[in-house]
DNA sequence: TGACAAACTTACTATTTAGTAAGTATAATC
DNA sequence: GATTATACTTACTAAATAGTAAGTTTGTCA
């Protein structure tokens, strides 16, 4: 009976990954519990119905992401500095195996995937939304960013391009993806 | 035995709604079958596996959307004219059920899609993309087009905006959608 | 009218799926 | 040292899945 040191942080980050990598309908209860070398069952103990396991990925993203933009690391940042740490998120997906965005992934599959989860996504997308938009009127108060219209549509605009070109590099490669972040800093920087 | 009128056709306009509706793993032969009122084999008997449906429906998009571009009604438009018909093929999709491109569906879940699946959606992307970049060329050499960089940098950028802008307007709703359409015009046009 | 092919149905298989109930080993606590 | 909670395993189940083999109906054409 081996016993994993922490399973369900274990389990969480695999399942994590599994959704990043294959989406929800993409991967099984069996997946997780071959890779950990115990019995589905086991996975059932700590998280009852896929939908839960799912919900806990999600909700701890959010947890930590809260944890990051509140941190002085992040927080006391300029805002082109904090544009490039967001962008640097969606840059360590791609070189982590070809990763897409959670919310990405699970918004494709958005009518194939439970309740709940769909409110966990709808969630998570709004936060980020928040703190984009928040840090696009810094920055062009500032006098760093400059585009027209109003600072939540292109929050929105932006992180819709990222969401869009994590999958994109998937069929068209790396070399694509990273064009498409300097586009994106074309489009926005003075 | 009732038979549908041209039933492959019938076949593929299901299938290719389920795959915008809901992704490759997230329908099932099953949902087709009972939606025509045939029995599982019928639908078996078009296409032998799933895989073949797949590559079917990315293969009859791609053949329409050559016609399309090939057509004088599409070709013989101004640049900007272009990019608004091009735009509205999103819309409609945003309008119709809240679909997403098949591109997008298919890639977010591109590492579990069969292998010839991926080959189609690989040359599909790649034909959106230069119709797109050869219509930013002609319309930035025309004056009525402004941006920095490549043509091929910025039509990478607003294709991934518009495949994460349908996805996003599942959790956000519609009028989100539709202000990333604004934001695109107003980031490209003078 | 007979042959034949197209478009199915019936009936099935093997596999995978999420999920459960009951038992067991281990660790912590009283 | 006994009790109890934690973290599993064993052993299932029911449903859904893609896929197949063999038979049946229907329209077409010589």
């Known amino acids: 009976m081996t016993r994993i040191e922490n399973s ?21 209860y069996a997946h997780i519990s071959s890779e950990l070398g115990v019995k589905n069952a086991a996975i059932h103990y ?9 919900i806990a990925v999600i909700r701890r993203y959010r947890e930590r992401f809260k944890l ?11 805002p082109e500095a904090k544009l490039d ?7 360590n997906m791609r070189a982590d195996q070809g990763k897409v965005c959670l919310v ?21 997308h709004k936060e980020l939304l928040v703190w984009l938009q928040s840090t696009l009127e810094e920055g062009r108060d500032g ?13 929105a ?13 998937r069929a068209l490669g790396t070399k694509k993806f990273h064009n ?8 926005l920087l003075k």
């Open 8 to 28: 369900k942080r274990t389990i969480l980050n695999l399942a994590e990954s599994l959704l990043q990598d294959k989406g929800f309908n993409g991967f099984s």
């Open 85 to 91: 740490w967001f962008l640097g998120i969606y840059t």
């Open 46 to 54: 700590h998280f009852p119905s896929k939908e839960d396991l799912g």
């Open 143 to 155: 006098g760093v960013f400059a585009f027209k219209g109003e600072p939540a549509d292109k929050a």
């Open 68 to 78: 990051w933009i509140n941190n002085s690391r992040v927080k006391d940042l300029t």
């Open 180 to 187: 498409v972040i300097e586009q994106i800093k074309l489009d």
């Open 157 to 169: 605009l932006i992180l819709s391009t990222l969401q869009g070109a994590l999958q994109m590099a």
């Open 104 to 124: 990405g992934a699970m918004e494709a599959e958005f009518n194939a995937i439970p309740d709940g989860l769909r409110d966990e996504v709808q969630g998570m």
